[in-house]
């Protein structure tokens, strides 16, 4: 019979049952567990700047001759995620489409690098691979930028416009004070200079502790309860380990660059108001003339849509594209269905422009 609220003491017993099954499968399975990689696709350094090194990916069939793309990803985390695992890999599906893919790898900084600014990772590590790319090449790189590797993009491509040949941008932030941007109102209100001051380089942890704050229970309650439910299944398991274990692998953050990027971007919004400056040059979104290609996702927590399709109206160019797909902030590029729209839908874009 059931109750009040829809179950009955046999719904009860039968939870507690199942619940006791997973348990018991999980203790014998964990044990076996491996310890989980990322980075499936076989890569080559070919250039490097100190701890930053630039690597080609390499696919199983050559390249279909179009301009290379660099991939620009954000110094939060490292760049694994567009290239996570089997069937799950973002490079995967532009190499088999035919792409020529590169990534910049930012490293690990130590306090060596407590004093690097944005300065030195647009002007000196972007504009390195790209120049060394276009040595190679003969001519100017396709660059996609994601996340805050987008925002970097969008502001190395309009301080040096005729060294892009087309722009893709992914959960990109152009509008840093939308309402619904948690974590802009946070950050607005941070004394920078002291944390920056007293800390040095940021540490990773304190970063991974501010995001997982963003959802609390989400994140640190209710996917560690859904634990529970894969434990019996090794696909899943590993699947979950892997996550965690690229969520947690992030490195500490350069101290004069993450002053740089909090009160120019955070708390000025800067891009909205053609505020920032990079070294001694300004900043003006006016100047991106080469296509451009803007990819948001709907259910973005980090970058909320508005903020990305901010862009629009802001470049010179008059070949503006902006695509939303069904996902979160990291979904985009793992989910099944990202899987098969994104990357395709890249690779159409940039043939367009070939």
């Known amino acids: 019979m059931k109750g009040p609220l829809g179950f009955g003491m046999d719904d009860l017993l039968q ?31 070919v250039w490097s700047d100190g701890k930053v090194k630039l690597y080609r990916f390499v696919g199983a069939q050559p390249p279909s001759g179009q301009p290379p793309l660099l991939i620009v990803y954000a110094l939060v985390n490292r760049p694994y995620m567009v290239d996570l695992q089997d069937g799950r890999s973002l490079v995967q599906k532009l190499l088999a489409a035919g792409q020529d893919v590169y990534v910049l790898d930012w490293g690990y900084p130590d306090r060596s690098e407590r004093f690097l600014t944005l300065e030195d990772y647009l002007l000196r590590y972007v504009d390195g691979a790209v120049d060394h790319l276009h040595a190679l090449y003969g001519g100017p790189p396709n660059v996609l930028g994601i996340c805050q590797g987008g925002v970097f993009s969008l502001c190395y491509a309009a301080l040096r416009p005729h060294k892009v040949r087309n722009l893709v941008t992914m959960v990109t932030p152009v509008d840093f004070h939308t309402p619904d941007n948690m974590l802009s109102h946070w950050a607005r209100h941070v004394d ?116 990305s399709k901010a862009l629009r109206g802001r470049t010179g160019t008059t070949d503006y594209t902006e695509l939303g797909f069904r996902g979160g902030h990291i979904g985009i590029y793992v989910s099944a269905r990202a899987q098969r729209e994104v990357p395709s839908a890249i690779h159409d874009w940039l043939s367009e422009r070939a």
């Open 15 to 45: 939870e507690t049952l199942q619940l006791q099954r997973k348990l018991a499968d999980g203790l014998k399975l964990l044990p076996d567990v491996e310890d989980v990689g990322y980075g499936v696709t076989e890569r080559e350094e």
């Open 192 to 307: 920078v200079d002291l944390f920056v001051d007293t800390l040095g380089n940021v540490p990773a942890d304190l970063m991974n502790a501010s995001y997982l704050m963003l959802k609390p229970f989400r994140l640190n309650v209710q996917k560690y309860v859904g634990l529970v439910d894969i434990l019996d299944d090794r696909q899943a398991l590993e699947d979950f380990l892997r996550m965690e274990k690229w969520i947690f692998d992030s490195p500490d953050l350069a101290g004069e660059a993450f002053r740089e990027f909090v009160k120019q971007f955070y708390q000025a919004n800067g891009l909205m108001h053609g505020s920032i400056r990079i070294g001694s040059e300004t900043v003006d979104l006016a100047r991106l003339r080469m296509p451009v290609l803007n990819i948001y996702a709907e259910q973005d927590h980090l970058v909320p849509p508005m903020a």
